[in-house]
């Protein structure tokens, strides 16, 4: 049974930084695409960054344009944790953010409807 479990989310200044992790258990990180999504309030889900294996552990990262060079995804496979490194926090960073898996994919998973799971979600706000 596949659950995940989001924590770190918190109210922050623009500039600051903040670390998400995602507690994953019943995930195979050599078959599931992690990723991470977000979304503020009227507005649709949308994906931030996600992982997809390779080969002996390494994983390929992708990132949604508008958090290139700022966020940085990380999975570890022993812990079965995933995370998600925030820097340079802007306000149009601010919403709920949700860990998702995907069983087995062949390229970005940055789409919500590709989801399998969902975690509950962890609020992030990021104020002016």
């Known amino acids: 049974q596949v659950q995940l479990v989001e924590s770190g989310g918190g109210s922050v200044q623009a500039g600051g930084s903040l670390r998400l992790s995602c507690a994953a258990s019943?995930?195979?990180?050599?078959?599931?695409?992690m990723a991470w999504f977000r979304q503020a309030p009227g507005k649709e889900r949308e994906g931030v960054a996600s992982t997809r294996p390779s080969i002996a552990g390494v994983y390929f990262a992708y990132y949604g344009d508008s958090v290139k060079g700022r966020f940085t995804i990380s999975q570890d496979s022993v812990k079965r944790t995933l995370s998600l490194q925030m820097n340079s926090l802007k306000p149009e960073d601010t919403g709920m953010y949700y860990c998702?898996?995907?069983?087995?994919?062949?390229?970005?998973?940055?789409?919500?409807?590709?989801?399998?799971?969902w975690g509950q979600g962890t609020q992030v706000t990021v104020s002016s």
């Open positions: 998702a898996a995907r069983l087995g994919c062949s390229a970005d998973f940055l789409s919500p409807d590709h989801a399998n799971y």
């Open positions: 019943g995930i195979n990180y050599s078959r599931y695409c």
